[in-house]
């Protein structure tokens, strides 16, 4: 089973899919690098999920005084990483 997630504005909800269906979701690599392109100084508009600093629950979201941006980065032969930075 695959665990995938969906961001919701303020919430993420989590999909369990089973492995013999994966195959008809499959991105082509050259798909990946044109949706998560390679980029140099990204804004909180390129996040595709945002980790806020403060916390009314006292739970730490992130270890600084600025929100922490994530988003997936692909090359052309799907390579892929998720990347971070302050926003």
């Known amino acids: 089973m ?3 997630s969906k961001p919701d504005g303020e919430n993420v909800t989590l999909y369990d ?3 013999s ?3 008809q979701y499959k991105i082509p690599s050259d798909r990946l690098a044109e949706m998560f392109p390679q980029k140099q100084d990204r804004s909180r ?3 595709q ?3 806020k600093a403060g916390s009314t ?4 979201q992130a270890y600084s005084n600025q929100d922490v941006c994530y988003a997936w ?3 052309g032969y799907g390579n892929c ?3 971070w930075w302050y926003c």
Not at 57 to 60: A, C
């Open 17 to 19: 899919i089973p492995d």
């Open 49 to 51: 999920a945002v980790a």
């Open 45 to 47: 508009e390129d996040a």
């Open 21 to 23: 269906e994966l195959d």
């Open 81 to 83: 990483v998720y990347v």
């Open 57 to 60: 629950s006292g739970d730490v």
């Open 2 to 4: 695959a665990i995938v």
């Open 73 to 75: 980065e692909c090359d």
